[in-house]
């Protein structure tokens, strides 16, 4: 055995005899000191050389570094290979293989070859590089506490440099970095949150613990506190243990026996003794002195509560009218008649009397929740125990009609608590504890909402309010039982029931009945018992509230009125703060994804988006109908079950009745402030930056009146009447609102140039611009008459564009935008083809204009198709005009001697429809058009909001659509004029027909058309004469179902147009054809359909002047006109 292999030996130049080995005992049985590191040589420590000192050494004993390196890891690869693969027996084929494996896979780079060294500078590089790299990717914080860090560490590395007993060597700490820093991976969001949180800790460190003193220490109890701890522990030392470590005499450096005595010391010596435990000192005790024993029986005396406890009252005294205590026993004695009755009485235990005041006070326990000798809780209710105690003053039926009266009470009060515990229940499940536990949800049958969160918070309120006044109560009867009260106090049950009424009335009862309405609750109501969105448990919870509130107001119940206002306003907070949200934030206008809410819209919110539009770009802002339908308020459908079992669907507001008279200013200015930042312009908060709570709006509002000196803040806040409470709201949100919506107003009109917008839309689609207009429908007209394809997209729009341009003036502005404007024909493509033959071709015809973004929201395509409908209908009556100003029969003498009377039933006929014609078209334009046009640019100067805008301009094309008769409830009227319409031109074919010459047609308007090449222009003229050489049988009549027949009522009876199914002309088969020659009686016909229809016509158009809508007198203008057709 070689003792130089014992890493505690000591190191001596001589070697030690094996015999001393065996009798020293080992070195951690005592400390080594100075002394035994130097041993003086002696003639027992001393040998001589010998031979055998000096052995020559074999090859042997020169080991190679790698046997030693493999001798050395073999271990740790077997504990390798058993931790990963879970092999124990390590005698198996499959364990050495493994080992050797292993050893072959860590021999390359840990025992073959020397590991690689880095020395600090390169780990500052590689930090600097980090920290670098993190700043270009924007990850300030990151970079900077990686800085820090690293610099602390440094700094912490340079202090103890010269420590050599830490546990890294400081030239060893650049190699543990760099091992570090080849596991770490990309910085994730966790480490940016922790490189954010290690900035805020060193910006403001945590204070460091105040260090324990003495002074503390002799402050607490006597061998109390931490640092008491392990002083009596019994696995200790004794306190008259001499200490391991003491220093060793003189005698133990002298010879080696010595170390003998310390192998053969006594385990149990050293062991602590377990029978001398300190035993702190106790205090004498004082034996009770016999005042201590008579004021606790006074106590027991008074604790009534106990079983053995019997009152000193004597209900066996016959009754006496002086003395009340006899009422009660005498009432029951009197009361058990028969004999039988009084045997049963007398087995009975007897009853246990209290004193009233006693009873009060387990009343006022029972009224704070809590179970007594008096009042249990059970089968959910406040009931009398099985023996209650009596008072020995009342009978035993009025002493419990009181107490069931305040039984219900506190019945009434425990059920709130129940309803409030599970709402908070409920509501701290949402939120996310901090100790990560998770609490059981309760069972409740309604969504969780801030207003029922609101709700149930002050009912909370007005129950601890209520547990104070009980309490208050108790602390008088016991101040008044030490004689501390300045008044005297009456104490009973009759007074403590009055008391209560009066203190708070029905207010818990009508809390109660709300709760069972609004949420269902206790489980056992059997009211609501569907499942309610959390928008309409809201408003109705607020509705219900507000209506209980207006009924007791009226009825000057001003207690429990106090109490519901209370409990409105706290409750109310909750939405009042989201609509200040929706108006200082406005309408979400970012790009909304699948994920995101938005404008964080609450779902109780009245407030809700629709979903129009969602997708990429934004498209849901650019959208015409997202003004309109974007944003709205929130109606959900409601069924409502029929006796018969059939349900029925309806739209409910969720709109509480409180905001409803200013939900749509709400709504709008939301929806204002929104597009206000989507157009890039800074706006300002308008009042909404310092939104203040409903109920200190209430008690700021002038209108409120001063509160009394002594009431308290709560109740003083709500002494507002109910009907001033809706007129508070107004107040406060009306001017703010409306500085907003003027805002934008001037916005649209400055910026986004709504002003010319609505100019260029009515010069177009209305014909304002008449030379314009007129120009270009000269120049469709013609390709019309030449039967040509005028309805094509090409012709249409470089014809408007080529009449716009030219009507410039140098320097002047385009009155309207060509790039905006687009002409299609969107009708049968062989329908074009009869517009000579019936106007009812132009229908197809489309006109859009593109207004830019935010116009959009108030020209909708809705809206340019009423425009487009009111052009076409301009332009079939300028279509009829126009072909009847066209015939002109051309001087011939020969010709017109011979056809002069026959014409003159043409020309006749031919005045009587251009009359029609240029009074309808009068009536339009002058006394529709003109008239609204001038109105609405009169209340347009006057908007101030978007919606306001929207709105007016909406009424306005209504009434111009309504005067032109173009809705379907004149649907009748309108085919009418159509049907005269089309005489027109068919009037115009048959003249032709009858005149036989190709120049017997003039286009007395063809002046207006201007071009650059004036004999260009004759010659066109020339050619694009129609004649009618061809016979009329060829002409393709309009069918019969251009026409309704069931709206054409015999003009006999006065209700409707003549029958054109059988009298018409566009029906009768014998006007196909010409070889009768009969033009007369077709023109016979033709005059008798025209006077039917007009007729019809003016007949309804004076049933809708007699109204009492505002179009009445516009009617009656049109009315007066129709007259002189029977001139």
Known sequence: MNPSGSSRSLHTPVPRPVSSLSVRPSSSSRPSSSISQHRPSTSIG?????????????RLSFRPPSRSSRSRIIPQCQTLVTQVTGIEDQESDDFKDLVEYAYRQLEPTTISKPSASVDIEVIDRTISGHALKARVNLKEELATSLEHCYRKLKDHIESHESDLDAPVVSNKIPDHLQFLIALAQPPSAASLAYAD??????????????????????????FEGDHWEGILDPIGDDWDTTPSLSPLNSDDLALDDDDSSLLSMDEAERAPSTDAQFTPPQEARQ????????????LQHQQYWRKEWRSDADPSRSFDLGDPSTLGPSIERAGARTRKERLALDMLAPPKYINEEDMVREVLIALQGRENTVFTWENDNMVLTSSPPRLIHLSLQSQASILESLGKTATTVQHLRHFVAHVFAQSANRITSADGQSRPIPNLRF????????FADAIDFEIRKFEAWCAEREEDMCRAGLENLDEPL????LNT???????????????STIVRDVFGYPAGSTRRKFWRSSATLSTALLDTLFSHLQEHMERNAVVTGNTLLRVFVSSSEPIWGMVGKWLRNGMNVATFSDKQNPGDLEEEFFIEYNGIGVGMLSMGLLDPDFWKDGYSLRELSSETEAEGGTGSASRQSVVPTFLEHVAKLILGTGKATGLIRALGVPLSAHGFADWPLFADLVRSHPRNVEPQENDDGPRSLFSVSVDSLSAIINDHLREPCHETGAFLSQLLFED??????????????????????THFLDVVFTKMDANQAWSDFHFLNTAFGDVVRSNLTPGSQEWIQLSLVRLSYRGHRDKDRNIHRTVRAIEGLSVEYAVPFPLTYIFRPEIVQIYSEIFVFLLQIRRAKHVLERILIREDNDRHQRLKEELKVFYAMRSRLSWFANTLLNFLTTYVLHVQILKFHEDLDKAKSLDEIITLHDDHLDKIQGRCLLKPNASALHKSIISILDICLHFTNIFVTFAGDTTATHDVSRHSIVLKHRSRKQRRIQRNVIGFSHSIRDIDLVSSDDSDPDEMLDESEGRGPPDTTTTSFLYDETMGGVDDGDFFGRIEKISREVDGLVRFIRRGVESLAGGTTEAAPAFGVLAFALEDWDL
């Open 287 to 298: 034996p009770f002195s016999p005042e201590h024993a008579k004021a606790f029986r006074e």
């Open 197 to 222: 949180l290690y900035l805020e800790r060193v910006k403001n460190p945590q204070p460091s613990t105040p260090p324990l003193t003495w002074a503390e220490i002799l402050a607490e109890e006597p």
């Open 447 to 454: 969504p969780q909402t801030k207003t029922a969160e609101a």
């Open 752 to 773: 986004c140039d709504l002003r010319s917008h609505v100019n260029a839309l009515e010069d177009l689609f209305l014909m304002r611009k008449g030379d314009a207009i």
């Open 46 to 58: 001393f040998r001589p050389p010998s031979s055998a000192s000096h052995r020559t050494q074999s």
């Open 497 to 511: 029931e009055q008391t209560l009424r009066n203190e708070y009335d029905e207010s818990f009862e009508i809390l």
């Open 490 to 493: 009456v104490v009973s049950l």
